[in-house]
């Protein structure tokens, strides 16, 4: 089918919810994806983070053939044996205690932000409110967007869920300031995704966590885009000598299969009984088998080492870009989470749409900040290669700039 059928037929069935780029997918390979009209692009957005092992990768593939003729689903109210595997091989990797498996990470964060206020109303305590950050992105459904901050996401759906404040990024003293005995949370990604690529100060991550201990309130760990390997470490968590009281993951658990978790304390875990919570996808047998598959090729792979080492060439290379471009305001980013912010939001959209020209996947968050999430299988030469594509992009576009 041709591009044009496809944009005529979605203009006319579908909830127009995404601006799409012109580019019909038909097939991936590795840290490649191609198009329908047979051209070739980098992948270094990996589905926004979720196909951390690139695409068609055989260990992935081998996993979903064998997983597919024997069993996808039975729902919950069964056991079957990958749930249980999978949930040993999180909670030992993170040093949490239990899981809880769902569909996507918004689900799993509306898990959380139920787990503490459960965990509130059991000790039978006024806490009801929630704490989140400026910048914050956790996702689409009613709680999660309560405890978003960006207002293009909140306004078309208010009234929405009440009890939530924000705090200033990294501002420990406005983190003090708010921080009372009504907070029965604290809401932080490690690394902010969709607020910019922003990592959270070693300062303000531990005096959240001691603030929530004194007040005996959970710190609730927003790992669906920073965690499982990205950063360098399994969790980006780790990156602090913390431990949250529960963590959630998605994006890249199960490579591209529906995967959502939510992780907790044996203490936040007591609180939780059956009835209280469920789903009827979360945690089938194909997905779940899925997933273990990918830790198993992270680690059999060394590909948190790869992260980091490899994570920290790219941002080196971006940094040198730095120095010799006037549009970049900065880099930032930890491991293969990166960001570049520029000086404008039309010049990021410009510079996106160069690189696609040139056949390289990447997008814009924050309106200003160019991402980068490649696969977690990204060569060195692949990092060079959209790196020496973005420094063209970037002089092609400031020397329009100049002529206008």
Same mark, same amino acid.
């Given at each position: 089918?041709?591009?044009?059928?496809?944009?005529?037929?979605?203009?006319?069935?579908?909830?127009?919810?995404?601006? /799409?780029?012109?580019?019909?997918?038909? @097939?991936?390979?590795?840290?490649?994806?191609?198009?329908?009209?047979?051209?070739?692009?980098?992948?270094?957005?990996?589905?926004?983070?979720?196909?951390?092992?690139?695409?068609?990768?055989?260990?992935?593939?081998?996993?979903?053939?064998?997983?597919?003729?024997?069993?996808?689903?039975?729902?919950?109210?069964?056991?079957?044996?990958?749930?249980?595997?999978?949930?040993?091989?999180?909670?030992?990797?993170?040093?949490?205690?239990?899981?809880?498996?769902?569909?996507?990470?918004?689900?799993?964060?509306?898990?959380?932000?139920?787990?503490?206020?459960?965990?509130?109303?059991?000790?039978?305590?006024?806490?009801? /409110?929630?704490?989140?950050?400026?910048?914050?992105?956790?996702?689409?459904?009613?709680?999660?967007?309560?405890?978003? @901050?960006?207002?293009?996401?909140? *306004?078309?759906?208010?009234?929405?869920?009440?009890?939530?404040?924000?705090?200033?990024?990294?501002?420990?003293?406005?983190?003090?300031?708010?921080?009372?005995?009504?907070?029965?949370?604290?809401?932080?990604?490690?690394?902010?995704?969709?607020?910019?690529?922003?990592?959270?100060?070693?300062?303000?991550?531990?005096?959240?966590?001691?603030?929530?201990?004194?007040?005996?309130?959970?710190?609730?760990?927003?790992?669906?885009?920073?965690?499982?390997?990205?950063?360098?470490?399994?969790?980006?968590?780790?990156?602090?000598?913390?431990?949250?009281?529960?963590?959630?993951?998605?994006?890249?658990?199960?490579?591209?299969?529906?995967?959502?978790?939510?992780?907790?304390? *044996?203490?936040?875990?007591?609180?939780?009984?059956?009835?209280?919570?469920?789903?009827?996808?979360?945690?089938?047998?194909?997905?779940?088998?899925?997933?273990?598959?990918?830790?198993?090729?992270?680690?059999?792979?060394?590909?948190?080492?790869?992260?980091? *080492?490899?994570?920290?060439?790219?941002?080196?290379?971006?940094?040198?870009?730095?120095?010799?471009?006037?549009?970049?305001?900065?880099?930032?980013?930890?491991?293969?989470?990166?960001?570049?912010?520029?000086?404008?939001?039309? /010049?990021? &959209?410009?510079?996106?749409?160069?690189?696609?020209? &040139?056949?390289?996947?990447?997008?814009?968050?924050?309106?200003?900040?160019?991402?980068?999430?490649?696969?977690?299988?990204?060569?060195?030469?692949?990092?060079?290669?959209?790196? *020496?594509?973005?420094?063209?992009?970037?002089?092609?576009?400031?020397?329009?700039?100049?002529?206008?």
């Amino acid at each position: 089918m041709k591009l044009a059928k496809v944009k005529a037929i979605e203009g006319k069935v579908l909830l127009q919810t995404y601006d /799409r780029l012109p580019v019909l997918l038909t @097939h991936g390979k590795g840290a490649y994806l191609y198009g329908a009209d047979g051209k070739k692009y980098l992948d270094f957005l990996s589905g926004i983070g979720v196909n951390a092992l690139g695409h068609s990768h055989p260990a992935v593939t081998k996993a979903i053939r064998k997983q597919a003729g024997r069993l996808i689903h039975t729902s919950n109210l069964f056991y079957h044996e990958f749930q249980s595997r999978l949930a040993l091989e999180l909670t030992k990797l993170s040093g949490m205690d239990r899981a809880f498996f769902c569909n996507s990470g918004t689900e799993a964060w509306e898990g959380a932000l139920k787990i503490a206020r459960a965990y509130a109303h059991e000790k039978k305590n006024r806490k009801w /409110r929630f704490l989140a950050l400026e910048g914050s992105f956790h996702g689409r459904t009613f709680g999660s967007v309560a405890t978003t @901050h960006t207002l293009k996401y909140r *306004e078309p759906f208010e009234p929405l869920m009440p009890g939530v404040k924000f705090v200033k990024f990294n501002d420990v003293a406005d983190l003090e300031a708010q921080f009372d005995d009504e907070v029965c949370a604290i809401c932080i990604e490690p690394v902010q995704g969709e607020g910019g690529i922003n990592p959270v100060s070693m300062e303000f991550m531990h005096k959240a966590r001691a603030l929530a201990t004194k007040h005996d309130a959970l710190l609730l760990a927003d790992e669906i885009q920073c965690g499982m390997g990205r950063t360098g470490k399994w969790f980006a968590f780790q990156h602090y000598g913390i431990k949250p009281d529960v963590v959630t993951l998605a994006k890249p658990i199960a490579n591209g299969l529906p995967l959502g978790a939510v992780l907790v304390t *044996e203490k936040v875990a007591k609180v939780i009984h059956p009835g209280m919570h469920g789903t009827t996808f979360g945690g089938g047998a194909l997905a779940c088998a899925t997933a273990l598959a990918v830790l198993d090729t992270i680690k059999k792979d060394k590909l948190l080492a790869h992260n980091r *080492e490899l994570g920290a060439h790219f941002l080196k290379l971006l940094r040198k870009l730095d120095a010799r471009h006037p549009a970049i305001q900065d880099v930032r980013g930890v491991g293969l989470m990166l960001g570049m912010e520029l000086d404008s939001a039309d /010049r990021a &959209k410009q510079v996106v749409k160069d690189l696609l020209a &040139k056949g390289t996947i990447i997008n814009r968050t924050h309106e200003t900040v160019l991402r980068f999430l490649p696969p977690y299988i990204v060569t060195a030469r692949q990092v060079e290669q959209v790196v *020496e594509a973005l420094d063209e992009a970037l002089t092609s576009n400031s020397a329009a700039s100049a002529r206008k």
